[in-house]
């Protein structure tokens, strides 16, 4: 079955405490997203990657890391966590620009306490 | 930064009725155009894509759009309950960026 699959599903942590949240798609798709949902603001890009090693800043990029050493893994990475980066997060992936959509992970809730 | 702009809702409708959701975007140079269902608790789900100006058709859903009136719509015919979710709209931007609006909330009652 073609997805994309996001570890964990919930996560609570504390303030400080490293963290990563894994991304893995099966579609053989070079585009890879993170994306953050909040209440009242939507989905807001964080880091997009169009090829391995080809990352770039979303729109709210602060605070978080990506890397992309292979084609299928995508991981968002919190160095230092604080409670403004509770929120719902999602991976996504496309297999090109423009025409094609992007498909979702089930999406990640995190809460930093 | 592009914005996507979209009334948040709710937008409640009788079953078997059109709902009309609307969404207008600030960047003219914008090409492609996504609206994306979400049900409450679970990941967005793309169910049209649309780049040409006119309609496009598929099943209950059109998908409008008039880039000199900088706005896209999503029509649903014969609202049905399990339309009710929230509707986002995302337009495309060089490399692969989707910005989207923060979605209408579509009730439909049976």
């Known amino acids: 079955e073609a997805q994309v699959t996001q570890n964990p599903r919930y996560l609570i942590t504390v303030t400080g405490k490293k963290l990563t949240v894994t991304c893995s798609q099966n579609?053989?798709?070079?585009?890879m997203s993170w994306y953050r949902q909040d209440p009242g603001l939507g989905l807001r890009q964080i880091y997009y990657?169009?090829?391995?090693?080809?990352?770039d800043k979303g729109d709210v990029p602060e605070g978080y890391k990506v890397s992309r050493k292979e084609k299928r893994n995508f991981p968002l990475i919190l160095e230092s966590p604080s409670p403004n980066q509770t929120s719902l997060y999602f991976c996504?992936?496309?297999?090109?620009?423009?025409?094609?959509?992007?498909?979702f992970g089930s999406g990640t809730r995190l809460t930093v306490v | 930064q592009k914005e996507v702009e979209q009334n948040s809702g709710p937008l409640s409708v009788p079953e078997g009725a059109i709902a009309s959701l609307n969404c207008t975007y600030s960047?003219?140079?914008?090409?492609?155009f996504f609206w994306y269902r979400q049900y409450s608790g679970k990941s967005p789900e793309l169910i049209m894509f649309?780049?040409?100006?006119g309609d496009k058709e598929d099943g209950r859903f059109t998908a409008q759009l008039n880039k000199a009136s900088q706005y896209v719509s999503l029509l649903i015919r014969d609202s049905q309950p399990s339309d009710s979710a929230t509707y986002l709209c995302?337009?495309?931007?060089?490399?692969?960026?989707?910005?989207f609006g923060a979605g209408t909330i579509l009730r439909v009652k049976s």
């Open positions: 990657s169009m090829n391995v090693e080809v990352t």
């Open positions: 996504a992936s496309s297999q090109g620009q423009g025409a094609y959509g992007y498909t």
């Open positions: 995302a337009v495309y931007e060089y490399g692969n960026k989707l910005v």
């Open positions: 960047d003219r140079g914008s090409q492609s």
């Open positions: 649309i780049y040409s100006n």
């Open positions: 579609m053989n798709h070079e585009y």
